[in-house]
């Protein structure tokens, strides 16, 4: 898949022109259904007014190639942090209504517990084996100090997943340092409860969580991985269509000069 040209059919090509003259005359050239501007996401020359303009050094960082893509693989990791997020926010509300009303959660519990275990002979599943049933059981004899506890420690990580999400989301250079730390401080967890059972869905999240880091590592060049901070931007400078026709300009020889 072509990022750029999606991304374009999307939002709309993104045009610039800049105040400077040479510049400008890279960016545009007259057709006759009028002047048409180049894109500088994917390199097309669309006719109409441009998007922008204004000084080439404030032009919008316009992401392209591999960089396009990669934001893209960032903000699905953002939306998957996003969705665990609820689901500790809405375990950890949970908790909070348990703690109020345990009496009558444990009576209606006790009541539905025996409908439960009649499913024991219609699909073979043993409510007295589930791992899930010891907890909720559990969860009954805890004080209300210690579920607040819990509500907190699940509010506390939801917290964490939103603030990796809105950074990974932003494409910002914080949210990838958090993402990767973050993530990485719950690996030997993740393994640990492996060791304890392994299953599908343990395997799967582990799985993510390490080709996320290990991505994030090597493709953001944080921590000084594969050149560090120096490579990351200048290939974000690089890979902009902007800097390649101002290095064009540069290079070019000034009019009226003798061309070699």
């Given at each position: 898949m072509d990022f750029s040209l999606w991304t374009c059919a999307v939002q709309g090509h993104m045009?610039?022109?800049?105040?400077?003259?040479?510049?400008?005359?890279?960016?545009?050239?007259?057709?006759?259904?009028g002047t048409a501007w180049r894109c500088l996401r994917c390199g097309d020359f669309t006719v109409g007014e441009p998007r922008h303009h204004g000084p080439a050094d404030?032009?919008?960082?316009?992401?392209?190639g591999r960089l396009l893509r990669d934001r893209y693989l960032m903000r699905a990791l953002a939306v998957e942090r996003a969705l665990?997020?609820?689901v500790f926010i809405a375990l950890a509300g949970g908790v909070l209504k348990l703690r109020g009303s345990r009496q009558s959660w444990k009576a209606t519990?006790?009541?539905?517990?025996?409908?439960?275990?009649?499913?024991?002979?219609?699909?073979?599943?043993?409510?007295?084996h589930s791992k899930i049933i010891r907890w909720i059981d559990k969860?009954?004899?805890?004080?209300?100090?210690?579920?607040?506890?819990?509500?907190?420690?699940?509010?506390?990580?939801?917290?964490?997943?939103?603030?990796?999400?809105?950074?990974l989301w932003l494409v910002k250079r914080w949210g990838e340092y958090f993402a990767v730390?973050?993530?990485?401080?719950?690996?030997?967890?993740?393994?640990?409860?492996?060791t304890e059972k392994v299953t599908v869905f343990r395997v799967a999240a582990?799985?993510?969580?390490?080709?996320?880091?290990?991505?994030?590592?090597?493709?953001?060049?944080?921590?000084?991985?594969?050149?560090?901070?120096?490579?990351?931007?200048?290939?974000h400078h690089s890979e902009s269509l902007l800097t390649v026709e101002r290095a064009a300009v540069a290079a070019a020889p000034p009019h009226g000069s003798p061309q070699t």
């Open positions: 045009t610039y022109a800049p105040e400077e003259p040479d510049l400008a005359a890279r960016l545009h050239v007259p057709t006759p259904a404030d032009a919008p960082e316009v992401p392209r665990r997020a609820l519990w006790d009541t539905e517990l025996p409908l439960l275990r009649q499913l024991e002979d219609q699909i073979g599943w043993n409510p007295d969860a009954f004899t805890l004080s209300p100090a210690t579920l607040t506890w819990i509500a907190a420690g699940l509010f506390a990580y939801a917290a964490v997943e939103l603030i990796e999400a809105v950074g730390i973050a993530t990485g401080v719950f690996l030997p967890l993740e393994i640990y409860e492996l582990l799985l993510i969580n390490v080709a996320a880091v290990v991505w994030l590592l090597w493709s953001k060049r944080l921590f000084g991985i594969n050149g560090g901070s120096a490579a990351y931007y200048a290939e």
